[in-house]
């Protein structure tokens, strides 16, 4: 059974730092790619960043120069590191895992079979 759990969320001001993170388990986490999405109220889900099971990193547009995600092998987690955020990083972001080693559409969170329960972001002054 593969649960996902993320945590870190909360209410920041515009300009803060924040770091989030996501537990795995029920899964080989050496051979899998962790991605970041978020969904704001009545909006669909969009492609935060994700990390693979080399470590390398993939950003969404608007995330490219703030964001960075992260792995740390020894708690099975991956973190997002949010900088600078901003009013319309305001989301319920999710963690999302998938085992092959060899795919394309990383962005895409058809690629993703698990999934997390999300976590609240609210940028506001």
């Known amino acids: 059974q593969v649960l996902l759990e993320e945590s870190g969320g909360g209410l920041v001001q515009p300009g803060d730092s924040l770091r989030l993170s996501c537990a795995a388990s029920?899964?080989?986490?050496?051979?899998?790619?962790i991605g970041w999405f978020r969904q704001a109220p009545g909006k669909a889900r969009t492609f935060v960043a994700a990390?693979?099971?080399?470590?390398?990193?993939y950003y969404g547009d608007s995330m490219k120069g703030r964001f960075t995600i992260s792995r740390d092998s020894t708690k099975n987690s991956v973190f997002l590191q949010m900088n600078s955020v901003q009013p319309e990083d305001t989301a319920v972001y999710y963690c999302?895992?998938?085992?092959?080693?060899?795919?394309?559409?990383?962005?895409?969170?058809?690629?993703?079979?698990?999934w997390g329960q999300g976590t609240q972001v609210t940028v506001s002054s």
């Open positions: 999302a895992a998938l085992t092959k080693k060899y795919f394309t559409g990383h962005w895409r969170e058809e690629s993703y079979p698990y």
């Open positions: 029920g899964l080989s986490f050496a051979a899998a790619t």
């Open positions: 990390i693979n099971w080399s470590n390398y990193a």
